[in-house]
């Protein structure tokens, strides 16, 4: 089991970064896939970014050439980079851990607010 702890989300204007975090309670050398995922009022939750244990990562079309994953396994800690971000990007962003049987493992989110 791991438990995985969110942070870096705010409010921006259009145009602007941020940088998520989600650190995670133990090493996440093994855990399959790592990602971040995203909820909208009203809308489904749906995949951001992914990345493997191996580094190969997959993007939302939305986010492609705006956003970049990356994990740090000395720090148990995975990232999101968002750049030229869009009103349409507001959600809750959520950090997710797959491990080898599949099994999921969510943070408690944090809010992203892209204003015009």
């Known amino acids: 089991q791991v438990q995985l702890v969110e942070s870096g989300g705010g409010s921006v204007q259009a145009g602007g970064s941020l940088r998520l975090s989600c650190a995670a309670s133990r090493s996440i050398y093994s855990i399959n896939t790592m990602g971040w995922y995203r909820q909208a009022p009203g809308k489904q939750r749906e995949s951001v970014a992914v990345?493997?244990?191996?580094?190969?990562?997959n993007y939302a079309d939305s986010v492609k050439g705006r956003f970049t994953i990356s994990r740090d396994n000395a720090k148990n800690t995975v990232y999101l980079q968002m750049n030229s971000l869009k009103p349409e990007d507001t959600a809750v962003y959520y950090c997710?851990?797959?491990?080898?049987?599949?099994?999921?493992?969510w943070g408690q989110g944090t809010q992203v607010t892209v204003s015009s």
């Open positions: 990345i493997t244990s191996g580094g190969s990562t």
């Open positions: 997710n851990a797959r491990n080898a049987l599949a099994l999921d493992y």
